[in-house]
């Protein structure tokens, strides 16, 4: 066994949100792959966690729940404290209490249930990216951003006057120290501010919606029933808040960093120029996105990984963006390409916790591919993009573009898949 790898936080401070926004990960994750043992990464003096950059060994923590669990929280800002979730939230929930808390909603999201809301999507995205075509510049990003509260708003039954406002909310309790999302109370004023409205909100709907029970998703929530009894109102509003905050999380960053990143490249010519590579190129940009750039663990008794010894109690960060860049599992893993086959990345995480709303999101994905490619052409940049500055969250907030309409207004000649 080797001695592990450390470092003060001052040296590679991947816990710094900064490092997302204007700097890149990369060329140290490449580094950490590269070294035959776990890196220890020193937050302060009582905080700390060991580093999980490789796909073998990523995969390996996020499958075996057993030995390292979710319980005492998912995200680096609750490094050190429990979650108060634990054990009410999908998330902070194992197996076998996870899997039967789940049954219902995971019936709920699953491709079959979902692919009888293509068209109800597909109205939702369109509007969204109509404005592109009226020949001034158009915030991609912004659009995105708005795209998932879209979808998963109707399919939780949420009145469409509140979607604005809950986008932000969600978008502030991953990014709380972005300025553009930051109250001037500061960070910690801003994600209180955040949880106690989201949550009061909930709490509200979930009371009216009791004796009012629809076929959407809040609905299946307040109806399941697990260990012989009816979820509880904290544990329905934990897992709205879950669903919500994975929805926006996830959906959004995968089209905003082939946009930022790939514009001008010749890539958007060529998908679009190839409709029978929607769905690997649509999984490829999952994989380049990452847009959950870390998961939290913690041991729960001593085991091995990569000659480091990690004791029972540890606190264990996988980082998504890194695995997936695994040279080890995804040839020339550093390079973008539409056509790469097989792609078995971790961008919805693996095994228990394996993210349940991954069928919404695909479909959302693939229509707005689709309709984008379907009704414009010529996509040019028309500012600087700018990325979100988050630890947990890897994206852009803004994509200025400009892009015309499709000649002779129909675009691909094809039916969405």
């Not at 951003?145 to 399919?155: C, I, K, Q, R």
């Not at 091995?304 to 860049?325: F, P």
């Not at 040839?331 to 086959?341: H, L, M, N, Y």
């Not at 984008?372 to 979100?388: H, K, V, Y």
Request: hydrophobic share 40%; charged share 25%; proline share 6%.
């Amino acid at each position: 066994m080797h001695a592990a790898a450390t470092g003060p936080a001052d040296a590679f401070d991947l816990v710094d949100p900064r490092l997302y926004s204007d700097g890149d990960p990369h060329p140290l994750w490449r580094h950490m792959r590269s070294l035959d043992t776990l890196t220890r990464h020193e937050v302060d003096d009582e905080r700390w966690f060991w580093n999980v950059v490789r796909f073998d060994d990523s995969d390996r923590v996020l499958r075996d729940t057993a030995t390292f669990t979710s319980e005492r929280g998912t995200m680096l800002d609750l490094l050190g404290q429990d979650d108060p979730a634990s054990g009410k939230q999908l998330a902070a929930t194992d197996p076998p209490r996870h899997t039967e808390m789940q049954g219902r909603l995971k019936k709920a999201l699953a491709i079959k249930s979902v692919d009888k809301q293509r068209e109800m999507i597909r109205d939702l995205v369109v509007p969204l990216i109509e404005p592109l075509g009226d020949g001034g510049t158009f915030d991609f990003a912004q659009a995105m951003l708005a795209m998932p509260m879209s979808v998963t708003g109707t399919m939780m039954g949420l009145p469409t006057a509140d979607w604005a406002w809950l986008n932000r909310l969600t978008t502030v309790c991953i990014a709380a120290d972005d300025p553009e999302y930051q109250d001037p109370g500061g960070r910690e004023a801003t994600l209180k501010a955040a949880h106690r409205d989201l949550f009061a909100y909930f709490q509200d709907l979930v009371r009216f919606r009791r004796n009012n029970l629809g076929d959407d998703l809040l609905s299946v929530l307040i109806s399941t029933e697990f260990e012989g009894r009816h979820m509880a109102s904290d544990e329905i509003v934990a897992n709205c808040y879950s669903l919500l905050l994975g929805a926006n999380v996830t959906t959004p960053h995968a089209p905003n960093f082939v946009m930022a990143e790939f514009i001008d490249s010749g890539v958007l010519q060529d998908w679009a120029a190839h409709p029978e590579l929607d769905a690997t190129a649509l999984e490829e940009s999952l994989r380049w996105a990452s847009p959950v750039n870390h998961f939290l663990r913690y041991a729960t008794r001593d085991v091995e990984i990569r000659n480091t010894r990690i004791k029972a109690g540890d606190a264990v960060v996988v980082w998504l963006g890194s695995a997936n860049r695994d040279d080890r599992v995804f040839t020339r893993g550093s390079e973008f390409d539409i056509r790469r086959k097989p792609n078995k990345h971790l961008a919805f995480g693996i095994g228990p916790h394996y993210c349940i709303g991954h069928s919404v999101a695909r479909v959302s994905l693939k229509t707005l591919f689709h309709e984008l490619f379907t009704r414009f052409e010529d996509f040019r940049p028309a500012g600087r993009p700018e990325r979100l500055r988050s630890s947990f969250v890897s994206g852009y907030k803004h994509i200025p573009i400009a892009a015309r309409p499709a000649r002779g207004g129909n675009g691909r000649a094809r039916t969405t898949a």
